[in-house]
């Protein structure tokens, strides 16, 4: 059985500086891959080639065996209705409840009566355990619970692939951790595949079925968690040990 995403030898210059150095990976339907590295290694940009925000210098990135760079308009739309995109921020509006930033996908995107859509939001809510919280405005609510507003969003169309950038960023500890269960509760229950750029090494060993490390632009380990934390990479070793030293 093929990769549900695959990259294959992808390159990305900007300014004739590659920040993608030809990367190659592939997420099997159902995992969670999570992606760490330090700042500026391209992480957030890997993320991007997924629903073309950003196409590769050359190299393919392949969702379901589409080629997304490559592909036409209608095909990629057929492409994005599958993805699910949680932003570093969250994103949501200001002037608009939780419930009403959960509809919009359905909104913009569907012809979905109103009825079906309410349908929708409430499960999606009701998900990430937000249902109370359906009529406040973003400014009412914690930085937690604003990042599951947009994850339940990022879900509401019943996305089966899901794309987190940064999700537990400026977050506590606790709150993390239980954005990090979220996560992995809704790829099990719900079957998402799950592509995390994080910077949350623990929470990524928690979670992962596979851990990918970019350092310069280039894949130098994806592996389990296991075999990551007891890898001999000294890429890894040394990212491994920053990471201890920033948690001490």
């Keep these: 059985m093929g990769k ?13 500086v590659a920040v993608l150095d030809g990367v190659s990976f592939g997420v099997e339907k159902g995992e969670v891959l999570c992606v760490v590295g330090p700042s ?9 080639h997924l629903v073309r925000l950003l196409t590769p210098t050359s190299g393919q990135v392949l969702v379901d065996g589409i080629d997304v760079a490559a592909c036409g308009d209608a095909e990629l739309v057929k492409v994005r209705d599958r993805i699910g995109y949680l932003f ?5 509006l200001a002037w608009m409840t939780v419930a009403e930033n959960v ?3 359905l909104e913009e995107c569907t012809k979905l009566p109103d009825r079906e859509i309410a349908v929708r939001v409430r499960r999606a809510l009701k998900a990430v355990d937000l249902l109370r919280a359906s009529d406040k405005y973003p400014a009412e609510i914690s930085g937690g619970m604003q990042k599951r507003a947009g994850l339940a969003r990022a879900i509401v169309r019943e996305s089966d692939i899901v794309l987190y950038d940064e ?6 500890p606790v709150t993390s951790v239980t954005i990090n269960n979220l996560i992995r509760k809704l790829n099990r229950e719900l079957g998402i595949t799950s592509v995390v750029v994080t910077h949350d090494l623990q929470g990524a ?5 596979h851990v990918l490390l970019l350092k310069g632009g280039k894949v130098v ?6 075999e990551f934390v007891k890898s001999e990479n000294p890429d890894v070793r040394e ?9 001490t």
């Design 221 to 226: 380990e994806c592996s389990t968690p296991a």
């Design 167 to 172: 999700p537990t960023s400026g977050l506590d």
């Design 103 to 105: 509809a919009l996908p």
């Design 205 to 209: 060993l928690a979670i992962a079925d």
């Design 40 to 48: 500026g290694t391209g992480k957030s940009v890997t993320l991007k």
């Design 4 to 16: 549900l995403i695959e990259f294959r030898d992808v390159v990305k210059k900007f300014n004739g």
């Design 88 to 92: 570093q921020g969250g994103a949501l």
């Design 239 to 247: 990212f491994l040990a920053a990471m201890k030293g920033e948690t």
